[in-house]
């Protein structure tokens, strides 16, 4: 649904151990239809990894035990947690300063104290 509101230069990132999913296949193909660009973190060689624009693939054999969290999770976090350090270098003062808003907003909501805004 989200897919379908895309506009030309939107982002789909798009997560998937298997990278062959067809309803993923198809969110692929409507970004691209809306001129969106589409990026995959997924399995190398699949046709996920073929189809957007930008694939970033890990291959992790999962622990067979189902109660055990997903060895391919934690390799999927982690690729997560590179694109939003370098997208906030990317962004420099202006990721900073989010970051300042949002600490500041949470230690005022944790604490209950009403603080006084670092520098606006």
């Known amino acids: 649904m989200t897919v379908s509101t895309f506009q030309p230069g939107d982002v789909l990132i798009i ?3 298997t990278g062959r999913a067809s309803q993923l296949m198809n969110c692929v193909e ?3 239809h809306y001129r969106g660009h589409s990026i995959a973190i997924t399995a190398p060689d699949s ?3 073929g ?3 930008i694939a970033l693939t890990t291959q992790v054999h999962e622990f067979p035990d189902a109660l ?3 060895a391919s999770r934690f390799a999927f976090l982690m690729i997560i947690d ?3 350090a370098a997208t906030g270098y990317h962004l420099g003062d202006r990721a900073r300063e989010n970051l300042r808003r949002i600490k500041f907003n949470m230690v005022s909501t944790v604490s209950g104290e009403k603080l006084e805004p670092l520098g606006e």
Do not use: C, F, Y
């Open 51 to 53: 189809a957007t624009d």
């Open 15 to 17: 997560i998937s151990a």
């Open 30 to 32: 409507l970004a691209q």
């Open 47 to 49: 046709p996920l990894s």
């Open 68 to 70: 055990t969290p997903s």
């Open 82 to 84: 590179l694109i939003a």
